[in-house]
């Protein structure tokens, strides 16, 4: 059974961080492409980032680079994302996906991470 876990979420002031982790079971996390994708109020799921299963740099829409970091741990099984420079905007359900979120969003995810930036 494919499980993702996603963690790390919470209520953060603009400009502050977070820290997002994913916990994958039931397939070889080692060989997948994994994205981050969000999902805002009343909005559409959105691309975050993709990570590719080797030593390739992770890809990044345009509003995440510079400010938001992804990254793997093949043997521990967890995917990871650093958010920066919060801003309201980025207020979101986040969710880790099993797939290249740049091709749809129809892979499978867990249940979210609630990520809220408000003073």
């Known amino acids: 059974e494919v499980r993702l876990e996603e963690s790390g979420g919470g209520l953060v002031q603009p400009g502050g961080t977070l820290r997002l982790s994913c916990a994958a079971s039931g397939f070889p996390f080692n060989i997948a492409m994994m994205s981050w994708v969000r999902q805002a109020p009343g909005k559409e799921l959105e691309c975050v980032s993709v990570?590719?299963?080797?030593?390739?740099?992770?890809y990044y829409e345009e509003f995440a680079k510079d400010r938001f970091t992804a990254s793997r741990d093949n043997p521990k099984n967890m995917l990871h994302l650093q958010l920066s420079s919060l801003k309201p905007e980025d207020t979101a359900i986040y969710y880790c996906?099993?797939?290249?979120?740049?091709?749809?969003?129809?892979?499978?995810r867990g249940q979210g991470t609630q990520v809220t930036v408000s003073a």
């Open positions: 990570v590719y299963p080797t030593l390739q740099s992770p």
């Open positions: 996906m099993w797939s290249d979120c740049r091709q749809g969003m129809r892979g499978h």
